[in-house]
């Protein structure tokens, strides 16, 4: 595999945390919107959670101190805004070399970082939104998907259930779940 090709393949198996698998779904499940149009700062945080994800979420923490995971991501974020800076002139070339076309690069310079820098990425981000319903079914049929060939006879993983986009429909009548949880 080449360099862009191992890229793209750790882009959508990276965790995020919070139970989030690939950069696209990341974007969408923090900020709500697509990865080409976060802002620097939005891309540096979740350059930043990929580290280590499990601390440094900014929604839901496994120590469920999202003050402190927050100080903790801000700590990361100052690195990756210092490698940026420090690393700008090969980022730029790179990048240039990959479009083949300087006009169609939009080169990063340090008052852009600094701008960055600035910005109140915290207030983009969407409240944690989590609405498993019928947990244990869930489970169960996710359990399911992974064994089983229904995916043209070979077996889902779950990344590709993670990733894929799917929309996965039960016979559960959830009405008649809800009576026998409560």
């Known amino acids: 595999y080449n360099k862009d090709e191992i890229l793209n393949m750790y882009l959508r198996a990276a965790s995020y945390g919070s139970s989030i698998v690939g950069l696209k779904t990341a974007s969408i499940f923090y900020f709500g919107k697509e990865p080409k149009n976060l802002t620097l700062a939005?891309?540096?945080?979740l350059a930043s959670v990929v580290n280590d994800p499990s601390y440094t979420s900014p929604t839901v923490p496994i120590s469920n101190d999202v003050e402190a995971?927050?100080?903790?991501?801000?700590?990361?974020?100052?690195?990756?805004?210092?490698?940026l800076e420090e690393n700008m002139d090969k980022f730029n070339t790179d990048l240039v070399d990959y479009y083949n076309d300087d006009s169609k690069v939009e080169t990063l310079t340090f008052d852009a970082i600094e701008a960055?820098?600035?910005?109140?990425?915290?207030?983009?981000?969407?409240?944690?939104?989590?609405?498993?319903?019928?947990?244990?079914?869930?489970?169960?049929?996710?359990?399911?998907?992974q064994q089983k060939g229904y995916n043209n006879g070979e077996p889902f993983t779950l990344q590709e259930l993670q990733t894929g986009g799917y929309k996965i429909y039960t016979t559960l009548d959830y009405g008649l779940q809800q009576t026998a949880e409560f």
């Open 116 to 145: 960055a820098k600035l910005e109140n990425w915290e207030a983009n981000l969407k409240a944690p939104r989590v609405d498993i319903k019928a947990g244990h079914f869930v489970n169960w049929v996710v359990e399911l998907l």
């Open 69 to 83: 995971a927050r100080a903790k991501l801000k700590l990361r974020m100052d690195f990756v805004f210092g490698q």
């Open 42 to 45: 939005e891309a540096v945080a």
